[in-house]
C-alpha cells in the first residue's frame, strides 16, 4: 500500500506543476503564484486539524518549542515550488521533472548512505552505482533536443545547476518535516507547521522583490486553479512526511519517480493542463526507461 501511495504522489506533482506555471501566469508573479499556494495549502492543513479536532495550539507549541532546525523543512519546501514554477516554461513539462528528481535521487541516496537527518542508513552497493549511470544516460537520452522552436526557451547551465539543488531541497524537506512529525506526533500537524514557515519565507520574499499587489489576495483565494495547486501540493507534502521516516528517503522518492514520470510524459504528449503539446519520442521514452531502471537499482 506504501507502495502505491508513493506512486500516486508522483502523478500529483506531475499534475501540480503546470498548475503551479498557471497560476503564477495569472498573478502575473512566479513568486507570487508560489507564495499563494503555500497561503491556501495552509488554510486547507489548518481545515484539516480543526476537523480532525487536533489540538492545534498544542501542536504549534511542541513544533515552535522544540522543533528546532526541522522547522526549516517549510522553508526549503516553499524554495522547492517557487524554483518549479519559475523553471517549469523554461525546462519543460518532462526535464522540469527530470532535473529537480535527479537532485532528490543523488541527495536521498546521499543521507541514506550516511544516514543523515534520521534518514535509515544504507550500505554503498555496487549495483547502486551501475544505477546512477543509469540514472545519467537517462537523463541525456530525455533532455537533449537536436534542435529547438525559434521561440522555445533554452535553459541553461545554471538553471539547470538550480533544478538540480530545489530536488535535494525536496528531499531535506522531507525528512525535516518527518523529523518534525516524530515531535508533534502528528503528520498533518507538521505539514501545517511546515507550510506555515514557508508562507512566512514567502511573503518576505514577496514583500522584498514587490512581486505582491492589491489584487494578489483576491485573484488567488478565488481561484480554482490556485486551490487544485495548493491541494496536490498539500498532499504531497504529507504523503512525503509519511513514508519517508517508514521507507527511507531513497525508496520514497524512487517511487514517486515512476508517477511523476509517466504522468509527465502524459502531460506533454497530449498538451493537458494548457502545456504546450509535444510527442513524447521514441528516444525520449527509452531514457525514462533507463530512469527508472536506475532508481530500481539504486535501491536494491
Partial sequence: MFYLIGILSGLMLAVQNPYNSNFGKQLASPIAGGFMVYVLGTIEFLLLLLITRANVAGIL??????????LLGGVMGAAFITSIIILFPILGPINAVIYPTLGQIF??????WTGAFGSHQVPVKVIAIIGLVLLLAGVFLTSYEKSLPTNAPKANIWQIIWALIAGALSTTQGL??????????????????????????LLIVVIITKS????????????????VASTLGAAYVLIMTILMPTLGAGLTIGLSLVG???????????GLFGVIKKCVTIRKIIGILLFICGVVLTKM
Avoid at 541527495?107 to 541514506?112: A, E, M, R, V
Avoid at 508533534?184 to 519565507?201: P, R, Y
Fill in 176 to 201: 525535516f518535516n518527518g523529523q518534525l512529525s516524530a515531535i508533534v506526533k502528528n503528520a498533518s500537524g507538521a505539514s501545517f507547521i511546515a507550510f506555515l514557515m514557508g508562507t512566512v519565507f
Fill in 212 to 227: 505582491l499587489h492589491k489584487n494578489t489576495l483576491p485573484t488567488g483565494l478565488t481561484s480554482f486553479t490556485g486551490w
Fill in 260 to 270: 511523476v514520470m509517466v504522468g509527465s510524459a502524459l502531460v506533454e504528449q497530449f
Fill in 61 to 70: 507549541s511542541l513544533g515552535f518549542g522544540h522543533g528546532n532546525i526541522w
Fill in 107 to 112: 541527495s536521498g541516496l546521499i543521507y541514506d
